[in-house]
C-alpha cells in the first residue's frame, strides 16, 4: 500500500473529529479522550455507561464503515513481531495512565482549550513516539 496524500478527505476527517470533540464537550460536559472514556468503562459509575458505550460503538461502526466503503484506505501490512505489537499496546496504555490522558484527549481537547499540561503532554508523545520509531527500526533492521 503506497500512501496518499488527500488533502480533502483528511480536511474533512479532522474537521468531524472536531465537530465530534466539541459537541461531546457541549452536550456532555466531557473530553474526547479514548483512554478516560474506554477506562471508564471498567469503572463504570450509575448513569455515565450509555454515552461511553455509544461513543466506542460509534468508533467501530464508522471504522467497519469505511472497510465497506473504500476497503484499500483501512489496508495494513504488518511487519512488526507480534510481541513488538503487544508490548507497544502496553507500553501506550501505561504512557496514558501517566500522562493523564491520551493524544487524542490531550492533542485534540486539550489543546483546542490551550492546555499547557495538553501541550507538554503532547509534545512528549511526539519527541518519544520519534525516539522509539527510530531506535525500534535500528534494533530490527526495519525502516521506520
Known amino acids: 500500500m503506497s500512501p ?18 466539541s ?13 478516560g472514556i474506554v477506562g471508564g468503562l471498567f469503572a463504570p459509575k450509575a448513569g455515565d455507561i450509555g454515552w461511553r458505550v455509544a461513543f466506542v460503538a460509534g468508533l467501530a461502526l464508522a471504522g467497519l464503515g469505511g472497510m465497506f466503503v473504500a476497503p ?25 495512565r501517566l500522562g493523564n ?10 489543546l483546542s ?6 501541550l507538554v503532554s503532547v509534545l512528549t508523545f511526539m519527541f518519544v513516539g520519534a525516539v522509539v520509531a527510530v531506535v525500534a527500526g535500528k534494533l530490527t533492521g526495519g525502516a521506520s
Open 113 to 118: 482549550r490551550l492546555s499547557p499540561r495538553s
Open 4 to 21: 496518499e496524500f488527500t488533502p480533502f478527505l483528511s480536511t474533512l476527517g479532522g474537521a468531524l473529529i472536531g465537530l465530534s470533540a
Open 72 to 96: 484499500h484506505l483501512l489496508a495494513v501490512e504488518v511487519t512488526r513481531a507480534p510481541w513488538m505489537l503487544i508490548t507497544a499496546g502496553l507500553l501506550v496504555g501505561i504512557g496514558t
Open 23 to 35: 459537541a461531546l464537550l457541549l452536550f456532555e460536559g466531557r473530553v474526547a479522550g479514548i483512554s
Open 101 to 110: 490522558g491520551c493524544t487524542s484527549g490531550h492533542g485534540v481537547c486539550g
